[in-house]
């Protein structure tokens, strides 16, 4: 496991447009579905009888199309996109450095925990680039059930998501850090054929969503709350708690599952042609 990780196998440089490459594939190919998850997550009760106005996934699908067509389900995806390419180079970077902190030695391989902490460092480290793009973009992805008034994208607004979204970014850099390092422990990358590169990708994101979804829940809620309505996560989670239970944490899962697998695929994909070409053509970079 010892040049398992990205980051001890290419350049920052490498990371930086590779990781682009890949987040942006991840997006394309994801963001119909993550607006779905969105507003299944954050849709308010209609009446007294916990109504709501999505029955599920593919009511969603069904709504959105028919009243915004197709566009609709892109909404919300250019803040994002913008924040892609950094975001993962910095997670690439804390990802590196966390495993050299925790194990100098490079031919010493490393465990799991370690891995995990590093995973959780890179999460961190992408935290204040993510929270603003996050959201706006469920801000957009919801705003056929929510009134969006000016106010909703003042600075303070925007960062007042930063604890939840570090929470999320987390466990993703952990969950896919661990997923990758445990795929190429067998094999050198460039050995790795097309099949097993968006096996591993998409494994990677099932894992991560098995566990990920709670937190996101609680995340997409205060993102896209009226300004004042939560104090905090244990806010958040008391009042879905009281009004929709347990399974309230669990609201769009059908439309997570069916996302993880072809868009953490198509990270991996993405990334991987794409580092495979840089080295090909700027070997000593």
């Known amino acids: 496991m010892g040049e398992a990780g990205p980051s001890s196998r290419v350049s920052p440089g490498k990371d930086f447009v590779a990781g682009g490459v890949g987040g942006a594939c991840l997006l394309f190919v994801g963001h119909p579905l993550d607006t779905i998850k969105v507003r299944l997550q954050t849709q308010a009760k209609i009446s007294c009888s916990h109504d709501v ?6 009511d969603c699908f069904r709504k959105t199309v028919s009243k915004e067509g197709f566009r609709g389900l892109y909404k919300g995806m250019g803040a994002p996109l913008a924040g892609v390419a950094p975001m993962m180079a910095i997670s ?13 030695e490079p031919s010493i391989p490393h465990t799991y925990t370690q891995i995990y902490l590093s995973g959780t460092l890179a999460g961190v480290f ?11 973009k469920c801000l957009l992805q919801a705003n056929d ?10 600075s303070a607004e925007v960062f007042r998501t930063c604890r939840l979204c570090c929470a999320a970014l987390q466990r993703t850099g952990a969950s896919q850090c661990l997923q990758r390092d445990h795929s190429y422990a067998s094999q050198s990358v460039h050995q790795l054929s097309t099949p097993k590169i968006l096996l591993a990708g998409g494994t ?9 979804l709670p937190p996101d829940v609680l ?10 309505r939560y104090k905090g996560l244990k806010d958040v989670l008391k009042g879905l708690l009281q009004e929709e239970g347990a399974f309230g944490l669990y609201k769009g899962f059908n439309a997570v ?29």
């Open 126 to 136: 992408t935290t204040v680039i993510v929270a603003p793009g996050e959201r706006i």
């Open 219 to 228: 995340k997409s809620n205060f993102q896209t709350a009226a300004d004042g």
């Open 257 to 285: 599952m069916l996302r993880a697998f072809p868009a953490n695929a198509a990270c991996f994909l993405g990334f991987e042609v794409t580092l495979k070409f840089l080295n090909w053509l700027a070997p000593a970079w």
């Open 53 to 58: 106005f999505y029955s599920g996934t593919y």
């Open 145 to 154: 059930i929510l009134t969006l008034c000016a106010g909703c994208f003042r």
């Open 92 to 104: 690439f970077f804390g990802y590196g450095l966390g495993k050299q902190l925790l194990q100098p």
């Open 204 to 212: 990677a994101g099932i894992l991560n969503w098995m566990v990920a």
